[in-house]
């Protein structure tokens, strides 16, 4: 339960893994990993499939259609992934963690986004395990990619492997072209978690518009400012600590670190 509840805190820093897909080629419809069937009959609807997944309508037809070439040809691995992709679509979700997953072992270590969407929603479902395992072969199989590094970060929330995932949250953030407010939220927490109350503190003053509504961050927030309060007798910085506590919605959900240094 513990686990359920802090997932559904940290589900805002989930954005960066899935806001970028619909701008690659790939999710245009513009390439394949596998083979494509030559029929005429494939070339006929697949497309039209692909096409009800990007204006997301008519998703009972489209899974139809990805059913029906997965039929015929059951090593094409794409039609797996946008069969997985349109259930999700429906919220269908651990159903959809299926077909990712058959879409991903067809692929052989090809294609970043089947991975990348297979250990999302695997985690979003609960199987942190399983997403961990897959955000470290992202890791392996496309080392410039910042969203490995990312997820095995986000995915510490869970396993409390706070050093491990502090450590792939930096390389994942210099990685990052651009600073990202998701990446440097998920580093505060992280920091906080690490007992590096000093060094989180400008991360969370960083992102704090952006996230001031998630009891995690709330929760962390508040943890930094009470240690960092204490160690130097800042009363201002303990009252400050109070009103991020205050905030939290759900207290009983947050990481047990925090929870129990904020209730002593």
């Known amino acids: 339960m513990k686990h359920i509840l802090l997932l559904l805190s940290v589900l805002?820093?989930?954005?960066?893994?899935?806001?970028?897909?619909?701008?690659?080629?790939?999710?245009?419809?513009?390439?394949?990993?596998?083979?494509?069937?030559?029929?005429?009959?494939?070339?006929?609807?697949?497309?039209?499939?692909?096409?009800?997944?990007?204006?997301?309508?008519?998703?009972?037809?489209?899974?139809?259609?990805?059913?029906?070439?997965?039929?015929?040809n059951q090593s094409f691995c794409d039609a797996y992934f946008w069969a997985g992709y349109t259930l999700r679509l429906s919220n269908m979700e651990k159903e959809a963690v299926i077909f990712y997953h058959a879409a991903d072992s067809l692929a052989q270590n090809r294609s970043i986004e089947f991975k990348q969407n297979l250990a999302t929603l695997a985690m979003k479902v609960g199987r942190m395990t399983f997403s961990r395992k897959k955000f470290q072969e992202m890791t392996e199989y496309f080392p410039e990619s910042p969203e490995g590094y990312y997820g095995i970060g986000l995915t510490s929330l869970f396993l409390e492997d706070y050093k491990n995932g502090l450590e792939n949250i930096n390389i994942a953030e210099n990685k990052y072209n651009t600073p990202n407010k998701d990446a440097q939220c998920l580093k505060a927490l992280l920091l906080t978690?690490?007992?590096?109350?000093?060094?989180?503190?400008?991360?969370?003053?960083?992102?704090?518009?952006?996230?001031?509504?998630?009891?995690?961050?709330?929760?962390?927030?508040?943890?930094?400012?009470?240690?960092?309060?204490?160690?130097?007798?800042?009363?201002?910085m303990i009252k400050k600590s109070k009103k991020y506590y205050e905030k939290v919605q759900n207290k009983a959900g947050l990481p047990e670190p925090v929870k129990n240094a904020l209730n002593t």
């Open 12 to 72: 805002f820093c989930l954005i960066n893994i899935s806001a970028q897909q619909n701008q690659t080629d790939y999710f245009l419809g513009n390439r394949t990993y596998c083979k494509k069937p030559d029929t005429e009959r494939f070339n006929q609807i697949y497309p039209l499939g692909i096409k009800s997944v990007q204006q997301n309508l008519y998703l009972g037809a489209a899974f139809k259609i990805f059913a029906e070439v997965i039929e015929t």
């Open 193 to 236: 978690l690490n007992e590096k109350y000093d060094e989180a503190l400008p991360y969370f003053e960083k992102v704090e518009s952006n996230f001031k509504k998630d009891d995690t961050f709330n929760g962390c927030y508040a943890l930094s400012l009470k240690q960092i309060g204490i160690k130097n007798s800042d009363e201002k």
